[in-house]
């Protein structure tokens, strides 16, 4: 998504996990998915390197919606719709 702009989506819940290692940031989007509504977004901060590719591919495997990634500061901000 290359026209993805992060400050053009609503998000309902930002989850920081700057400094977790794999598997924790995954780990906390599972966690953080449940709390907020249908169509509604997760915003996971995150420093591991492994995060921009395996929430891309967890998000796709449960049924949600991948909306992009953004680069911050030595961190990914990526963004994840819940469909279900």
């Given at each position: 998504m290359t026209d993805f702009n992060p400050d053009e989506v609503q998000v309902n819940k930002t989850i920081d996990a700057r400094g977790s290692a794999c598997p924790g940031p995954l780990l906390e989007a599972k966690k953080g998915i449940g709390s907020v509504p249908v169509n509604g977004v997760i915003e996971i901060?995150?420093?591991?390197a492994s995060t921009k590719n395996d929430l891309p591919v967890w998000a796709k495997k449960v049924g949600h919606e991948y909306l992009g990634t953004?680069?911050?500061?030595g961190f990914d901000r990526i963004f994840i719709r819940r469909k279900k």
């Amino acid at each position: 998504m290359t026209d993805f702009n992060p400050d053009e989506v609503q998000v309902n819940k930002t989850i920081d996990a700057r400094g977790s290692a794999c598997p924790g940031p995954l780990l906390e989007a599972k966690k953080g998915i449940g709390s907020v509504p249908v169509n509604g977004v997760i915003e996971i901060m995150s420093s591991d390197a492994s995060t921009k590719n395996d929430l891309p591919v967890w998000a796709k495997k449960v049924g949600h919606e991948y909306l992009g990634t953004a680069t911050a500061d030595g961190f990914d901000r990526i963004f994840i719709r819940r469909k279900k």
